[in-house]
Nanobody, 125 residues
Framework: QVQLVESGGGLVQAGGSLRLSCAPS????????MAWYRQAPGKTRELVAA???????NYQDSVKGRFTISRDNLKNTLYLQMNNLKPEDTAVYYC???????????????????WGQGTQVTVSS
């Protein structure tokens, strides 16, 4: 079974920085796109940044110039460097990945979307 494990969240003052990591584990054949989402209290989950297997990226307008998404394809690890954090960045951050699991005998290579458990980021003013 594939799992995504996030780390790196915490409490930081406005203007500070944090780096989130997401490490997939399990029987993985390949990983396509990966992304970070966030969900603030009382709000819907929103896309923060995404990156393709080839390294193309896109960002939510509110984080452009402050956040950087990257991935290490050898380690299958996803990162989110967050600089100049603002109180409105406070949320639970979730890793998402389109993973092709190693098929069981007779199975096919089928991509599936997996989510991490989330990591809390709190920015104080």
């Amino acid at each position: 079974q594939v799992q995504l494990v996030e780390s790196g969240g915490g409490l930081v003052q406005a203007g500070g920085s944090l780096r989130l990591s997401c490490a997939p584990s399990g029987s993985i054949f390949s990983i396509n796109a990966m992304a970070w989402y966030r969900q603030a209290p009382g709000k819907t989950r929103e896309l923060v940044a995404a990156i393709t297997s080839g390294g193309s990226t896109n960002y939510q307008d509110s984080v452009k110039g402050r956040f950087t998404i990257s991935r290490d394809n050898l380690k299958n690890t996803l990162y989110l460097q967050m600089n100049n954090l603002k109180p409105e960045d406070t949320a639970v951050y979730y890793c998402n990945a389109e993973v092709v699991p190693v098929p069981v005998s007779g199975g096919t290579l089928t991509p599936r979307s997996f989510w991490g458990q989330g990591t809390q980021v709190t920015v104080s003013s």
